[in-house]
């Protein structure tokens, strides 16, 4: 249904041990729209993230992604796994495969697509973000920002129906960071729901529709962009912006 929210976290409780990461989080992430993560280093960011592909498994509440329960197992999760795409800091693509091969891999293996269209398609998303050129590369003959955009074609080609970034543009040097966020922008003007952990204040305030803002593994507040950073409300989000903002 149009209205049922892509992502839905209810309730959600995740402990490490003795240490509660992720307390009563109440989350509704609507289909096509851009929610940026924000928050001190430790307050549960990346393992939110994890939770709604379930690279994390949760304690108590429940996690829907387009009003379906995270499946526990299975084909289920690989099926899940496609549906949530994921880019990380790290590329983490096959090292000894092409880029080409990189993001026609999981089409043929996981969506049984034949290798001459996900071949297409997948010329078709290097194109759109910018690296077609270096398809028949290996990974390190790219720099870090074409890296980095070949990951995200790469969960593209799954045809995700949200995609999660964790600090994609933390690892690259700052001549790099534009191009991937212009990759993300692009996306998100494109309709893609989104999910994205990034310090980049410049991108949360041009693409998001909403910041969510964490703390000690809760949500303390979420606005707009423009209200929460002319006009945050908790001392710890003061206290956050007056940290990164004046550095
Ligand atoms: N696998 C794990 N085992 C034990 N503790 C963990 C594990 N993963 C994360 N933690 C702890 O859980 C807390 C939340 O970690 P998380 O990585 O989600 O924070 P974050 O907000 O993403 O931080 P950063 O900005 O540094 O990336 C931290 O205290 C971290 O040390
Ligand atoms: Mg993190």
Do not use: W, Y
Not at 185 to 190: E, K, R
Not at 206 to 226: L, S
């Amino acid at each position: 249904m149009a209205d049922t929210p892509m992502v839905a976290m209810r309730g959600v409780q995740k402990h490490f041990g003795s240490l509660h990461v992720l307390q009563d989080i109440e989350l509704d992430v609507a289909r096509g729209e851009v929610v940026v993560v924000i928050g001190p280093s430790g307050s549960g960011k990346s393992t939110l993230c994890r939770t709604i592909n379930r690279l994390e498994t949760i304690d108590a509440g429940e996690i829907t992604v387009d009003g379906e329960p995270l499946p526990a197992e299975g084909k289920a999760l690989a099926q899940l796994r496609a549906d949530v795409g994921m880019v990380f800091q790290s590329f983490n693509l096959f090292a000894h495969k092409t880029v080409l091969e990189n993001v026609t891999l999981g089409p043929i293996k996981v969506r049984g697509q034949s290798k001459s269209d996900a071949e297409a398609r997948a010329m078709e998303l290097l194109r759109r973000v910018g690296v077609d050129s270096q398809a028949q590369k290996l990974p390190a003959q790219l720099s870090g920002g074409q890296q980095q955009r070949v990951a995200i074609a790469r969960s593209l080609a799954m045809e995700p129906k949200v995609m999660l970034f964790d600090e994609p543009t933390s690892a690259l040097d700052p001549e790099m960071i534009k191009e991937v966020l212009d990759t993300m922008v692009d996306l998100a003007q494109g309709g893609m729901t989104m999910i994205v952990v990034t310090h980049e204040m410049g991108f949360a305030r041009t693409a998001a529709d909403r910041v969510v803002f964490m703390a000690d593994g809760r949500i303390v507040e979420q606005n707009t962009p423009h209200e929460f950073f002319s006009a945050p409300r908790s001392d710890r989000a003061k206290d956050f912006l007056g940290k990164i903002l004046n550095h």
